[in-house]
């Protein structure tokens, strides 16, 4: 049978498994080779559900030292429900419900880093861990929920829902496993997943990430171990 023969059900069908295929991206990188408006990754979460708490870990390598996006969670009515952001000069921002706290991180010569951020409801409480170590907690939030049906963005940062991007705020470099979970890891958890411990992330899951690619991003072996 032709593909124009095929009933309008299967193709839908097709159209969606090949949308929602998990791949494995262990060992992979995505790497926005350029500053662009028009580059980014969009993570497709595995569970869609306000959250009371989180934790997402990533690892990044760039040259940048301008501002630029680590990490894009917008919702239909709010553009930073959650945001880590590099301010310049070392200072990397966790933004939850349009507000943010301010980090000073150790500066470092040019090298892949690791980042943890955690915060939850009850406590209001907010955490960035960098390179396996805290930088300390923050207030942030406390009886705020996180809204669902979001839009999960890698590369930009959106100003709206999905877009409203700002090629100065783009990441150019590589950035890669990523991990979320709907709450907030102990310490003990977040220096396990530094040092290349996995336990079912649950949100966001490297080794079974649903994405698509827009513009110039590409796949290729991470440049860390």
């Known amino acids: 049978m032709s593909m ?5 059900c299967f193709l839908v069908i097709m159209s969606l498994s090949h949308a929602l295929a998990q791949t494995d991206l262990s ?19 595995h569970l869609e559900k306000s959250l009371n708490a989180f934790t997402v870990c990533l690892k990044v390598y760039t040259e940048l030292t301008r501002k630029y996006t ?5 919702t239909q009515t709010l553009d930073n429900e959650i945001l880590l952001f590099h301010e310049g000069n070392s200072k990397y921002s966790l933004s939850v419900g349009n507000v943010a706290v301010v980090f000073q991180v150790p500066a470092v010569t040019f090298e892949p880093r690791h ?11 907010a955490e960035l ?3 396996g170590k ?12 996180v809204g669902k049906q979001s839009k999960i963005i890698l590369g930009q ?13 783009s990441l150019v470099g590589d950035i890669g496993d990523i991990v979320m979970w709907d709450f907030a890891l102990s310490p003990e958890e977040i220096s396990n997943v530094y040092i290349g411990g996995t336990f079912s992330p649950n949100v966001l ?3 079974g990430l649903n994405f698509e690619k827009k513009g110039y991003v590409v796949i290729k072996p991470k440049l860390w171990i």
Not at 28 to 39: G, I, L, M, R
Not at 115 to 125: H, K, L, R, T, V
Not at 157 to 169: L, M, N, T, Y
């Open 4 to 8: 124009e023969k095929l009933p309008l």
């Open 27 to 45: 060992g992979k990188a995505f790497v926005f080779p350029k500053q662009s408006e028009d580059s980014y990754v969009t993570l497709i979460p």
């Open 70 to 74: 680590l990490f894009s969670f917008a």
């Open 115 to 125: 980042f943890c951020a955690s915060w939850e409801s009850e406590s209001g409480i």
């Open 129 to 131: 861990w960098v390179d």
């Open 134 to 145: 805290p930088m300390g907690r923050k207030s942030l939030k406390m009886g705020y929920v």
């Open 157 to 169: 940062e959106q100003d709206s829902f999905g877009g409203g991007f700002d090629e100065k705020q």
């Open 205 to 207: 899951d490297w080794r």
